[in-house]
């Protein structure tokens, strides 16, 4: 198996069979090392978006229709029968938008802003950020995650410790694109019929080359229904009025998920 993944054989494997490690051993580990670290480095990457490509997992992959008299006729009876093994229900979901600043998190409570609604909790919880970092050179340049990291663990505390509370919250998943950021929650008893979760980003700053401006997304499957959460930071001014309808545009039809799926592709 280490042959296949990484083209050298496992670690250690003198000191696996004697307990014991010679010089020959450590030698055979410290070359097994430097081809893992070329193999990883050079090759691993080929590979994988060759396989990613055969299954269809690239985000420019498209669906492709197979016609098949079998598996139509099996559809249709199945759509024809379906009061007898689906159910509907609803779910509320809550999505909020704020612009930071670069501030981070401080003594003001998240609560009254995330449950408008007494009594509500809502199934899904969406927080959108903008300017999370400040914007400067280096952040455009090397996006650090901490700020978010900080307040991904802010909201979890807030919602830990809540009053009168009803059910548990957690992080489902979460993307940055430099001062962009999306925190995604779901309660913990409909967590297992979450699926097909992914995240993408757009950039728009600097026609396209820089993530101070553009849009990140998370796609998700409840149940059997798609959703697709979008926030975006655009260029601001009173004058830019058609570079943020440029942007919008190009964050709209340039967002794309594996095999083939973009905004339109959700419910």
Not at 128 to 141: D, H, K, R, S, T
Request: glycine fraction near 8%.
């Amino acid at each position: 198996m280490s042959k296949s993944y990484v083209g050298t054989g496992a670690l250690n494997t003198s000191f696996t069979r004697s307990g014991k490690k010679s010089f020959a051993g450590l030698l055979s580990d410290a070359a097994k090392s430097a081809g893992r670290m070329y193999n990883a480095n050079f090759i691993d990457a080929g590979k994988q978006r060759a396989i990613d490509a055969l299954l269809g997992h690239l985000a420019t992959s498209q669906k492709i229709r197979v016609f098949d008299p079998v598996q139509d006729e099996v559809r249709l009876r199945l759509r024809n029968r379906r009061a007898e093994y689906e159910t509907y229900g609803t779910e509320t979901v809550w999505v909020g938008t704020w612009n930071l600043n670069g501030k981070g998190p401080g003594q003001e409570s998240l609560l009254p802003w995330m449950f408008p609604t007494s009594g509500v909790e809502p199934s899904v919880m969406v927080v959108a950020f903008q300017e999370i970092v400040p914007l400067n050179a280096g952040q455009i340049m090397n996006t650090d995650p901490d700020k978010r990291r900080r307040w991904e663990a802010f909201i979890l505390r807030s919602l830990a410790e809540r009053p009168n509370k009803v059910e548990d919250y957690v992080l489902l998943r979460s993307q940055q694109l430099v001062g962009t950021a999306l925190v995604v929650l779901v309660k913990k008893s409909i967590a297992n019929e979450v699926s097909n979760v992914e995240a993408t980003t757009k950039k728009t700053g600097l026609k396209g080359m820089a993530g101070n401006k553009g849009a990140v997304a998370i796609r998700l499957d409840l149940g059997d229904t798609s959703f697709c959460f979008v926030t975006a930071h655009l260029a601001a001014g009173h004058s830019n009025v058609e570079e943020r309808n440029q942007d919008y545009f190009t964050i709209a039809q340039g967002l794309q998920f594996a095999k083939g799926k973009n905004l339109a592709s959700h419910e």
